[in-house]
């Protein structure tokens, strides 16, 4: 619900502030007033495309705030959520326009942009009036209208879960139609791949293994003849050669040099020990060093038979085995292709299928709600003087998608015999104003409705059609708050609070006001819509009657 207006230094409005209520509230006042000023102002604050010359003259900045009341489950709530807006019960939308054209927009006081305004507006406002140019006027929504009015929430949940359903069924055979015919251009590849990496049979790791062996066995060929020279030098004909024949001759003096060659022949035979084991090591060591020739060949061709095939397929040596499983599956895939895709052909046929019975029965149920809402249009076209227009909901096939296989259009014909066509091509500006009328009362529903507001909708009828409008505005207004800016005195008569926009000059400056009318004020303010100027006592009744029902 809208529950206050406050407007600041716009066109003619200097200063004013509204408390809208709920039901029917009415906007009357003298051709000029400013009535549509009113209206300006507040399609400004939601966002809406309209004039520019919007700063009251003289003025630095102009300032429009509307605030509304949320439900819990507003669809509003869910616009500011997506836009990171903070919630409340209370909505405030604030909007500034400077002298120079620039503008600024607010949400609970957080900036916003003209998108999100006219995000929120869509939820919270609907504007009917002769240049109506969406809504109900509006082909592209008349589907999901005459789907409310069927009540086919669940029929329709149903198609868009088959939809999707389909959808998924549909791109799983799409990627394995592109995944085989891929495959099928490089099965040669693939196949001598394979073979190839399965004939070498990397093991992770492996490339380490053969590189340390390899670089082990080069070490050793280059350090073999030093050792072996080294194990000579120790030997025999060495070191342990000489250091015996210093022992033995030693010995055989020992006796005769007085005990001074006891401690050289104890180390000397100690020196021999350590030259022993010395000459064991070095022994074990070209023992280790010694390899096959052959060994150290067939060791660098399968290191350099990995290294090479990992170069052709750019990956690591380790990530072979990796690889080549991918291959293998990829293989796989195509040898098991053909039965891979007859199944998924399967799957898309019957989600093809719970589609198209979904569809069929939203249709069905489409078309008994067209038949219902248009015999509803014809019960309410007749007492607004307009018993010779047919209205119809017509029902085309349509792309199978998530809303069905249905197209949905409202055509009228307003007199017999003449061809059929769009609401908005076909109706002149009241004929206009009347069907939208009786549509919105047609499809009026329960629920967390938005703000109506009608801009002139009466224009151009009077009399018993022009009561016939306010009875039906009357109707919606006990499931919605509705706003109605009026000539009608009919109209007028059926609200339940009661403006009227004034004009004054002071000073040389116009302004526009609106002044909330008391029951008493109301009355005179009925009887200036019925007699003009020189309100008569006779205007006065007929006022009095027309407030009293």
Known sequence: MLRALEIRDM?????????????????????????????????????????????RQGAAQGEVVAVFDLAANHAAREVLAAAGLPQDDELVLRRLVGADGRRSAFVNDRRASAEVLRALADTLVELHGQHDD??????RGHRALLDAFAG?????????????????????????????AEVR????????????????????????????????MQAAERIRGDVVRALTALGPEGAEGAMGNAGRWLEAVAERAEGLLQAPIAALSRAMIELGEAAQGVERALESLSHDPRELEACEERLFAIRALARKHGVLADDLGDFAQGLRARLAALDGGEGHLRALRTDLAAADAAHAGAAAAL??????????????????????K???????????????????????????????????????RIASGGELSRFLLALKVCLMRGGEA?????????????????????????????????????????????GAHHWRVEKRVEGGVTSSRVVGLSPEARQGEIARMLAGESVTEAAQAAAAALLAG
């Open 11 to 55: 066109l003619l409005i200097d200063r004013l502030e509204l408390a809208f209520q709920p039901g029917l509230n009415v906007l009357t006042g003298e051709t000029g007033a400013g009535k549509s000023i009113l209206l300006d102002c507040l399609g400004f604050v939601l966002g809406w495309r309209g004039r520019g010359d919007l700063v």
């Open 134 to 139: 969406g809504g109900l006027l509006n082909p």
């Open 386 to 424: 307009m018993e010779r227009a047919a209205f119809a909901t017509e029902i085309t096939a349509a792309q199978p998608g998530p809303e069905g296989a249905d197209t949905v259009t409202f055509v009228v014909a307003t007199n017999p015999g003449a061809p059929a066509g769009p609401l908005n």
């Open 185 to 216: 251009g490089e099965e040669d590849f693939l196949r001598h791949a394979v073979k190839e990496l399965d004939r070498l049979a990397p093991e992770p790791g492996e490339e380490a293994v053969l590189d340390a062996r390899r670089r082990a």
């Open 450 to 494: 938005p703000v109506m507001i009608f801009d002139e909708i009466d224009r151009g009828v009077g009399g018993a059609t022009a009561d016939a409008v306010g009875r039906r505005l009357a109707r919606l207004a006990e499931t919605a708050q509705v706003l109605v800016v009026t000539h009608s005195p009919q109209v007028a008569a059926r």
């Open 152 to 180: 086919a929430e669940a029929l329709l949940a149903q198609v868009r879960t088959a939809w999707a359903a389909r959808a998924t069924a549909a791109q799983a055979l799409a990627e394995a139609e592109a995944a085989l």
């Open 363 to 384: 249709g069905a149920l489409r078309r008994a709600a067209a038949k219902r809402l248009d015999a509803a249009m014809a019960a309410e076209l007749a007492p607004l």
